[in-house]
């Protein structure tokens, strides 16, 4: 059985091969960033984990340093969006530093997106079952729709993961997820599903 503790030494491991096999291609994405743009190499903003637990989340920074009025969603073609951060977050190479996050155990490499505390109440009825597990580095919401689902949507896919964890499901994510970077969002989801 797929328990939490398989899960957790699954996320070691995956994590810590890949941040080993990536490092070249972090060390290049921290170079591009610099020169593309001021500002920190990181984005590191404060999510909700299990259990409603503050942790520091880590991504590339793909935006200027100019603070968002709100938690607005942001689409390609933002304004604020760098040169380097529309291919980061086309290739999905900006939630690299999340491995780390896994790695530490704040996160896992499967479960609901990490959430703003500000925004948990957006995802209806279903907004406790998110925290029943720790948040993934990609998720079924994901590979769903992602930023096309409303929080509605995305709130009955993280319960709908959390009811049906398994080891198969998570492999079928990650199938899924390696698809879409490959072919990209809006190629797969921008339209009606």
Same mark, same amino acid.
């Given at each position: 059985?797929?328990?939490?503790? !398989?899960?957790?030494?699954?996320?070691?491991? %995956? #994590?810590?091969?890949?941040?080993?096999?990536?490092? *070249?291609?972090?060390?290049?994405?921290?170079?591009?960033?610099?020169?593309?743009?001021?500002?920190?190499?990181?984005?590191?903003?404060?999510? %909700?984990?299990?259990?409603?637990?503050? =942790?520091?989340?880590?991504? !590339?920074?793909?935006?200027?340093?100019?603070?968002? #009025? /709100?938690?607005? /969603?942001?689409?390609?073609?933002?304004?604020?969006?760098?040169?380097?951060?529309?291919?980061?977050?086309?290739?999905?190479?900006?939630?690299?530093? /999340?491995? %780390?996050?896994?790695?530490?155990?704040?996160?896992?490499?499967?479960? *609901?997106? *990490?959430?703003? *505390?500000?925004?948990?109440?957006? !995802?209806?009825?279903? $907004?406790?079952?998110? =925290?029943?597990?720790?948040?993934?580095?990609?998720?079924? +919401? +994901?590979?769903?729709?992602?930023?096309?689902?409303? =929080?509605?949507?995305?709130?009955? $896919?993280?319960?709908?993961?959390?009811?049906? %964890? #398994?080891?198969?499901?998570?492999?079928?994510?990650?199938?899924?997820?390696?698809?879409?970077?490959?072919?990209?969002?809006?190629?797969?989801?921008?339209?009606?599903?």
């Amino acid at each position: 059985m797929y328990n939490l503790f !398989f899960k957790r030494v699954f996320d070691i491991l %995956l #994590s810590l091969v890949a941040l080993l096999f990536l490092f *070249p291609v972090l060390l290049l994405v921290v170079f591009c960033i610099k020169i593309d743009s001021k500002g920190s190499v990181f984005y590191i903003k404060k999510r %909700l984990g299990k259990d409603q637990k503050l =942790f520091k989340f880590y991504k !590339f920074r793909t935006m200027t340093d100019k603070e968002r #009025s /709100q938690y607005k /969603q942001v689409f390609e073609g933002d304004s604020e969006i760098t040169r380097v951060g529309a291919f980061l977050r086309r290739t999905k190479i900006d939630e690299l530093p /999340q491995l %780390l996050n896994v790695f530490i155990g704040d996160m896992s490499i499967i479960g *609901p997106r *990490p959430c703003l *505390p500000k925004m948990k109440e957006r !995802f209806g009825k279903h $907004w406790e079952e998110r =925290f029943k597990v720790k948040p993934g580095l990609s998720s079924l +919401a +994901a590979v769903k729709g992602s930023i096309y689902l409303t =929080f509605e949507e995305k709130g009955y $896919w993280d319960k709908y993961y959390v009811d049906n %964890l #398994s080891f198969i499901l998570d492999v079928k994510i990650i199938l899924k997820t390696i698809r879409i970077v490959l072919i990209g969002e809006k190629k797969l989801f921008n339209k009606a599903n």
